[in-house]
C-alpha cells in the first residue's frame, strides 16, 4: 500500500514556479510508478506525468511538457513535482498515486487530500 500525502501547493502569478512533494507511506514505495494527477475547478481528474519506479523513465501529457519535471527520491519515500511557466489553466489540486505504467490507472483506491495550485492572470 502507498498512502500519498501532497504538499507545496499555492497562489502563484501566470509564468511562476511552484515545486510540489508528494510522501508517500509504505516500505515498498520504490516499488511503485508514480503519477501526478491534475483536478481543475469543476473537472475530472486527469492524469499530467509519470515516472517510473527507478526514476529512470518518464512521461508527459503533452499540456505539460517541457513546462513540469517529475522526478523521486526513493530514500526518502517522496515524488515531486517542478512547474515551471504556469499558466492559469494549471490551476486546481494536484493528486499524486501510484500507477500501471501505460494505462496511468491508479493501483491504490487511496488519494490523498492533494495540494491546491491556483495561477493568476
Known amino acids: 500500500q502507498v498512502h500519498p500525502v501532497e504538499s507545496g501547493g499555492g497562489l502563484v502569478q501566470a509564468g511562476g514556479s511552484l515545486r510540489l512533494s508528494c510522501a508517500a507511506s509504505?516500505?515498498?514505495?520504490?516499488?511503485?510508478?508514480m503519477a501526478w494527477f491534475h483536478q481543475g475547478p469543476g473537472k475530472e481528474r486527469q492524469f499530467v506525468t509519470a515516472?517510473?519506479?527507478?526514476?529512470?523513465?518518464?512521461y508527459y501529457e503533452v499540456s505539460v511538457k517541457g513546462r513540469f519535471t517529475i522526478s523521486r527520491d526513493n530514500a526518502k519515500n517522496t515524488v515531486y513535482l517542478q512547474m515551471n511557466s504556469l499558466k492559469p489553466e494549471d490551476t486546481g489540486v494536484y493528486y499524486c498515486?501510484?500507477?500501471?505504467?501505460?494505462?496511468?490507472?491508479?493501483?491504490?483506491?487511496?488519494w490523498g487530500q492533494g495540494t491546491q495550485v491556483t495561477v493568476s492572470s
Open positions: 498515486a501510484a500507477v500501471q505504467w501505460g494505462s496511468w490507472r491508479s493501483i491504490f483506491d487511496d
Open positions: 515516472i517510473n519506479w527507478s526514476g529512470t523513465i518518464t
Open positions: 509504505g516500505r515498498t514505495f520504490s516499488n511503485y510508478h
